[in-house]
């Protein structure tokens, strides 16, 4: 027994030091500055993971905490003179229990309202990945970590293993190898540049890519096509048309001598055409499939046709990997130039050139999340909104992240993963009813904004409620602040309530009272201990 009450002693008098309370004090307040400061630049949320809900913080507040309460035993029993101390730590130590309640319990998140459609739903500050199998009607749902850095998983579940989970990333470009490597499925990368201009461009055939083969730069529009298509771009035959096989990637210029017209009953142009002994008619006016016996159009067939006259008009460049074509209207005629690896070719629009910067069959590009540290600017995160998970599957790895869902079929069944955050059901329903935004004078941006919303109790009957900036709806211990705003594609705006739940919010309230009382207190027992110096002090 003496040995308990000796290790208790050594205990309060190590946390009711006041060399322990300097210390602890201090990393709270460096802790404190510094979150203020990645706060700023990172964004809340970031602060929060890194920082004020990180498990070492937790054991700075907890380490006031024993600091506060160790300080008022080691002053027991009470005094007195003490009478206000006592009260200002019973009010420190019941604002750190309501605080604690709050962090368990409470809710702190948002409910997005769309005009005239009911929500119940409430995102929360926390990552879940969602594993859905449809064809069972069952669902697995994975908490995911909530960390600033890059965090490994470990996860496993019926041959689903679930890699690292990145809290704030964004999409890099990588190149993933090619099972098969296909001279018809080739990707490549591009630099188009002139004096004043630059942009890189990357285009690819592959499937499973994530770059398609067009892209469209102001009024320039780039088409990259399979390399055996090259040549026949650069006929300039009088019609224009080609022919080609999707399946072998051949093509054909046929000459107006090779081309046999007649008009159909409706008064269009058919054409039939010899390619390579098989007989293949079309209607290039109205389709680039091509007829079958009925005159009837055939999807089935890997045969296709069109102008180039179509692509005159306008700037068109057409990519073939190592090779390019264009209409040349100072010539009228179609141009074909190789692009040596590296190497450069000249454009006729504006003094822009073509370089050519990598070519691959044996790999496809594709986008690949990597961890970055969020940026913040006025308040908007700019860099680093993508949340993402490395799922493997099937000795395939493929990454899962926040803005859309993706699907995999496991053995024949199709599997889908999704990244969200964490919801809770309310009791009742908020429809909102009007949204209203005022407008600093002579410009667009927003000077206040305000939700007229409807809460419905189900056979309760309803309420109106008027939602703004310091007057916030509260009802049945939920309060629900105006926070921002959105535009739906139909047009009008939809509001996003921010909500919180505090069940800690009385004893914090109590707390912070019992803080300014005591400190009162003790400030007028401490004037007449000064104006009875006879007396002994503790």
């Known amino acids: 027994m003496n040995t308990l009450v000796s290790y208790y002693r050594k205990v309060e008098l190590f946390f009711g030091n006041l060399k322990f309370a300097v210390v602890i004090i201090l990393l709270f307040a460096i802790a404190l500055g510094y979150g203020t400061f990645m706060e700023s630049y990172h964004g809340t949320e970031y602060a929060n993971r890194l920082i004020y809900k990180s498990i070492w913080f937790m054991g700075i507040q907890f380490g006031m905490f024993l600091s506060i309460l160790f300080a008022t035993l080691i002053r027991l029993p009470m005094k007195k003179h003490l009478y206000g101390f006592y009260v200002i730590h019973a009010g420190l130590i019941i604002l750190f229990l309501g605080s604690y309640v709050t962090y368990q319990s409470g809710v702190d998140g948002t409910v997005t309202l769309t005009p005239n459609l009911p929500a119940r739903q409430v995102q929360v500050n926390q990552d879940e990945l969602k594993i859905q199998f449809p064809s069972k009607g069952k669902e697995v749902t994975v908490d995911l970590p909530y960390v600033a850095g890059a ?12 890699g690292t989970f990145l809290p704030f990333a964004e999409n890099k470009q990588d190149w ?25 461009i990357t285009l690819s055939l592959h499937p499973q890519s994530d770059f398609s083969n067009t892209q469209q730069l102001g009024l320039l529009n780039v088409h990259y096509m399979p390399f055996n298509l090259s040549d026949c771009f650069s006929n300039n035959t009088p019609d224009g048309l080609i022919v080609w096989n999707g399946e072998t990637t051949d093509c054909k210029s046929p000459t107006p001598a090779e081309l046999k ?32 016996e009925k005159m009837e159009l055939n999807e089935n067939s890997p045969y296709r046709i069109f102008s180039k006259k179509l692509f005159e008009k306008n700037p068109h460049l057409f990519l073939f990997g190592k090779s390019a074509a264009y209409f040349d209207k100072t010539t009228s005629k179609w141009v074909s130039e190789k692009v040596e690896m590296n190497g450069e070719i000249p454009l006729p629009w504006m003094g822009f050139k073509l370089r050519l910067l990598e070519h691959r069959s044996d790999a496809y590009p594709t986008m690949v999340p990597s961890y970055v540290k969020p940026v913040q600017d006025n308040g908007q995160t700019i860099k680093g909104d993508l949340k993402a998970v490395e799922v493997q599957m099937d000795g395939h790895t493929f990454w899962v992240n926040s803005q859309e869902p993706i699907a995999y079929n496991k053995e024949g069944e ?18 909102l009813d009007n949204f209203k935004m005022d407008t600093d004078p002579g410009t667009n941006n927003p000077a ?15 309420e109106k409620h008027h939602v703004y900036m310091n007057h916030p709806l509260k ?32 004893w914090k309230y109590l707390g912070s009272l019992l803080l300014v009382l005591g400190s009162i207190w003790h400030y007028i027992l401490r004037r007449k201990t000064v104006a009875k110096p006879g007396e002994a002090r503790a």
């Open 414 to 431: 199709r599997v889908t993963f999704m990244v969200t955050k964490k919801t809770i059901t309310l009791p009742y329903e908020i429809v």
């Open 176 to 200: 993933l190898p090619a099972k098969i490597e296909d001279q018809t499925q080739t990707s490549s990368r591009y630099r188009l540049y002139n004096e004043n201009f630059g942009e890189f």
């Open 261 to 292: 017209r007649r008009k159909n009953l409706a008064g269009k142009d058919v054409v039939e055409i010899d390619f390579k002994g098989e007989k293949v008619t079309f209607m290039p006016e109205m389709s680039p499939l091509p007829l079958n």
């Open 151 to 162: 965090k490994h998983l470990g996860y496993e579940y019926e041959g689903i293993k679930l």
């Open 448 to 462: 206040s904004y305000e939700s007229f919303v409807t809460v419905f109790k189900g056979n309760e009957g309803s």
């Open 475 to 506: 009802y049945q211990n939920f309060t629900f602040y105006q926070a921002s705003y959105f535009q739906t594609q139909e047009g009008p705006f939809g509001s996003v309530l921010s909500v919180n739940f505090d069940p800690g919010r009385f």
